[in-house]
């Protein structure tokens, strides 16, 4: 006799109860985190260097250069006054030369030949000793050993306001009213009387003017033959002197 089985006593049935997961389920399980790993060290012979980056200027390109010419222009407006301007030395006229020296920051030397062009009027320059630079721009004369007066041809000095490159005839005409040579300039010479001296053997010069200060001196105007500008100054504080036998003129 054979014995059937009914099979569906043994299909599983579906169960009605629901799973529920726990995050705490596997609490009791070891969790293997590699925390107890060295972290790995990774070394390179590379030189590499990142590049610093370049700000760029937010400037218009107009800028720099008008900053630069601005720069300049003030520098000039320092400097090149003081290079201009005039070394009034009508004062440095009774001075040793070696005060003149300190002054104006030049070296003095004896210079023999100087006296001749002084243009003494009675051509006789017995104790007269002229110290002159090496460019003979610039001369402090002695006589007798003692400080007499300075003759210059360099236009960076003055004497009174009056410079070399003067105009000859504007310089007598202006002082014709005011009997004061120079007065344009805002200084001046006075004078009372003035000669004009003329050297029949010298073609150097047109002319030589004497003025007669009222300060007892005498300032000395020799003038180009060509252009009538003062080409040299001389003052001498005592003139008596200097004009010995021009007053038979």
Same mark, same amino acid.
């Given at each position: 006799?054979?014995?059937?089985?009914?099979?569906?006593?043994?299909?599983?049935?579906?169960?009605?109860?629901?799973?529920?997961?726990?995050?705490? &389920?596997?609490?009791?399980?070891?969790?293997n985190d590699f925390?107890?790993?060295?972290?790995?060290? +990774?070394?390179?012979?590379?030189?590499?260097?990142?590049? @610093?980056?370049?700000?760029?200027?937010?400037l218009p390109g107009w800028v720099i250069p008008t900053i630069i010419v601005v720069i300049i222009a003030i520098a000039a407006g320092i400097i090149l006054p003081k290079k201009l301007a005039k070394h009034e030395v009508s004062s440095l006229a009774k001075l040793p030369k070696e005060s003149i020296e300190q002054t104006l920051g030049?070296?003095?030397?004896?210079?023999?030949?100087?006296v001749k062009t002084l243009g003494i009027p009675d051509g006789d320059t017995?104790? +007269? @000793? &002229?110290y002159t630079t090496d460019g003979k721009d610039f001369a402090c004369v002695y006589y007798? =050993?003692?400080?007499? =007066? !300075?003759?210059f041809t360099n236009n960076k000095y003055e004497l009174y306001g009056i410079k070399i490159g003067d105009s000859e005839s504007h310089l007598i005409t202006s002082s014709m009213d005011t009997y004061v040579l120079g007065a344009d300039s805002g200084i001046g010479y006075p004078y009372t009387q003035w000669l004009e001296f003329?050297?029949?053997?010298?073609?150097?010069?047109?002319?030589?003017? +004497? +003025?007669? =200060?009222?300060?007892? =001196?005498?300032?000395v105007l020799h003038s180009?033959?060509?252009?009538?500008? !003062?080409?040299n100054i001389?003052?001498?504080?005592?003139r008596t002197r200097y004009i010995r036998g021009v007053e038979t003129f």
């Open positions: 006799m054979k014995l059937q089985l009914d099979s569906s006593e043994y299909q599983e049935q579906p169960s009605n109860e629901k799973t529920v997961y726990s995050p705490h &389920a596997n609490d009791d399980i070891p969790v925390s107890d790993l060295e972290e790995p060290t +990774f070394r390179t012979n590379s030189t590499y260097t990142r590049p @610093t980056p370049v700000r760029q200027s937010s030049i070296t003095l030397t004896e210079d023999p030949d100087y017995t104790g +007269f @000793t &002229a007798n =050993g003692q400080p007499y =007066g !300075i003759s003329l050297r029949n053997e010298s073609l150097q010069y047109s002319s030589e003017y +004497f +003025f007669y =200060g009222s300060d007892g =001196g005498i300032l180009n033959n060509t252009s009538h500008r !003062i080409v001389q003052y001498y504080p005592n």
